[in-house]
């Protein structure tokens, strides 16, 4: 995992965007904006994996493989749509377990910061956070889909300053 700020260039989102120089993000920048980060350090993540399930209560997964072959005639439509600034109700968990991608999420200023997630890396996204997902140049991603409960997929897209969720993650943010 790497984290930085992005360059808002309207080129290709699946160019890295870095600024020159790079404007980097840390991991404890990052939990100030809810988000948070695990490595899984092994080639088996499965051990590991069930642990954080069991400690956050994450009784629920799943597994999406992000490419033209894993997700067939709804890719385009799919990248589209998780490219589109939204949030969810819902936390966001993804264990990555082959392949890479960017999550960008907005910071408190309200600006792009872009993590480059690959093998290994797990990644909590508060609910109520705006962000969006994009693969970067090589378009394949597998990742395990964590859920407490049911899986709760919907995107609300921004604008949607006046759900609760979002209220609520402003709030739990705001002493950061
Ligand atoms: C979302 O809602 O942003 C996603 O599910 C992103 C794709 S999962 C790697
Ligand atoms: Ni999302």
């Known amino acids: ?4 700020l992005y360059d808002n260039l309207d080129t290709d989102c699946r160019e ?10 840390s991991v404890e920048e990052l939990a ?8 899984l350090d092994s080639t088996d993540y499965t051990e590991q994996l069930d ?8 009784k629920n997964r799943d597994q999406i493989t992000v490419s033209k072959e894993g997700l067939g005639a709804v890719f ?6 998780f490219f589109a600034e939204h949030l969810h109700v819902d936390e966001e968990i993804r264990a990555i377990l082959e392949g890479a991608g960017y999550f960008d999420i907005r910071d408190r200023h309200d600006r792009w910061v ?15 956070i705006y962000h969006r997902f994009t693969l970067d140049t090589n378009n394949y991603l597998k990742a395990m889909r964590l859920f407490k409960e049911d899986p ?8 949607c300053d006046d759900n609760p969720y979002r209220k609520a993650y402003l709030e739990s943010i705001a002493a950061n």
């Open 51 to 58: 642990r954080i399930c069991e400690e956050r209560k994450y």
């Open 152 to 159: 709760v997929w919907t995107p609300l897209n921004r604008p």
């Open 1 to 4: 995992m790497r984290a930085y």
């Open 114 to 128: 872009r993590i480059k997630v690959e093998a290994g890396d797990l990644i909590v996204l508060p609910a109520g």
């Open 76 to 81: 385009e439509e799919k990248i589209k749509t």
């Open 16 to 25: 890295p965007h870095e600024l020159i120089p790079s404007v980097p993000v």
């Open 32 to 39: 100030e904006s809810g988000v948070l980060y695990w490595r």
